[in-house]
C-alpha cells in the first residue's frame, strides 16, 4: 500500500512538472506563432500589391507611391523636379525658336550684299531671329571699323550669344545633384524611424520595421527618378546648343569671307 502511494505521488509531481513546463512555454510559442503569422500576412500585401500595381498605368504607380512616401520628403524632390522640367522645356522652346534656315539665311545675305549694299543686308540680320542672324547683325554693324573689329565683333558677340543659350542649366544641374540627395536623406530619416520603433516594441517583427523601411526606399527611388528624367533633358539641350555653336563659328568664319569679298569690289 505504501508503494503504491509513492508511486502515485511520483506520478502527480511529474505531471504537475509536465503542467508548469507547458504554461510557460505556451507564450513563447504563441508569440513565435504570432510573429509567423504577421510575416505571412506581410508577405501577402506585399504581393497583391504588386499584383495591384501591376494592372495600373505607371504615372497612377508612381503618383500613389508617391503619396505613401509622405510629403516631408516627397514634396522637396517633386519641387525640384517640377522647376528643372520647367527651366528645361523653356531652355527646349528657346533654342528651337533660335533656329533658323542657315544657307538660305547665308544666301539672302550674300544676295542682299552684291545687289544692295550693307545697309539693306543688316535690315535683314535685325529682323531675323536667332543667334546668327545677332551675330551677322554686329559684324556688318562694324563693317565701316574694318574687317579686323568685325572678326571681333563676331568672337565677342558669339561668346555672349553661347552664353544665352546656355542660361538656367547651371539651375537643372544643380536640381540632378539635389534630387538624389533628398532622396537618400530620406533613407536616412526612415532608417532611423524603423529602428526607433524597434525600440519603442522591444521587439523585431516585419510589421514594426515595415512602415520605416518603405518610406526609406520611397524616398529614394523618387528622387533617383527625378534626377534620370532631368539629367535625360539636361543632356540633350547640351547637344542642341553644341550643334548650334558649331553653326555659329561656321556662319562666321563664311561671313568674314563675304566681307573680305565685298571690301575688294
Known amino acids: 500500500m505504501k508503494k503504491l502511494f509513492l508511486v502515485l505521488a511520483a506520478a502527480t509531481l511529474s505531471f504537475g512538472a509536465a503542467f508548469a513546463q507547458d504554461a510557460n512555454e505556451a507564450p513563447a510559442q504563441e508569440a513565435a506563432v504570432e510573429q509567423v503569422v504577421e510575416a505571412e500576412a506581410a508577405e501577402v500585401a506585399e504581393v497583391a500589391e504588386v ?10 504607380a508612381l503618383m500613389k507611391k508617391f503619396l505613401e512616401g509622405g510629403w516631408g520628403w516627397m514634396l522637396p524632390v517633386l519641387v525640384c ?5 520647367a527651366i528645361a522645356i523653356e531652355r527646349i ?20 550684299l552684291n545687289t544692295q549694299g550693307i545697309d539693306a543686308a543688316k535690315e535683314y540680320c535685325r529682323n531675323t531671329r536667332g543667334p546668327i542672324a545677332s551675330i551677322y547683325y554686329q559684324g556688318l554693324l562694324r563693317y565701316d571699323q574694318g574687317l579686323e573689329a568685325v572678326e571681333k565683333a563676331v568672337v565677342s558677340y558669339g561668346s555672349v550669344q553661347q552664353g544665352q543659350m546656355e542660361s ?3 539651375w537643372i544641374s544643380l536640381f540632378i545633384a539635389l534630387s538624389p540627395s533628398l532622396g537618400f536623406m530620406g533613407t536616412v530619416v526612415g532608417m532611423i ?7 519603442a516594441q522591444a521587439t523585431i517583427s ?10 526609406a526606399l520611397l524616398t529614394t527611388m523618387m528622387g533617383l527618378i527625378s534626377a534620370v528624367i532631368l539629367q ?11 550643334g548650334e ?11 568674314v569671307d563675304m566681307l573680305t569679298a565685298y571690301s575688294k569690289r
Open 51 to 60: 499584383e495591384e500595381l501591376a494592372g495600373e498605368p505607371m504615372h497612377f
Open 81 to 85: 523636379l517640377v522647376l528643372g522640367l
Open 93 to 112: 522652346l528657346y533654342l528651337t525658336f533660335a533656329q533658323i534656315n542657315t544657307k538660305k539665311f547665308i544666301a539672302e545675305v550674300e544676295n542682299l
Open 168 to 170: 538656367g542649366l547651371s
Open 193 to 199: 524611424q524603423a529602428f526607433d520603433d524597434i525600440q
Open 206 to 215: 516585419p510589421a514594426v520595421v515595415a512602415g520605416g523601411i518603405k518610406v
Open 232 to 242: 535625360v533633358f539636361f543632356n540633350y539641350i547640351l547637344s542642341k546648343i553644341e
Open 245 to 255: 555653336v558649331v553653326k555659329m563659328e561656321d556662319t562666321s568664319i563664311t561671313l
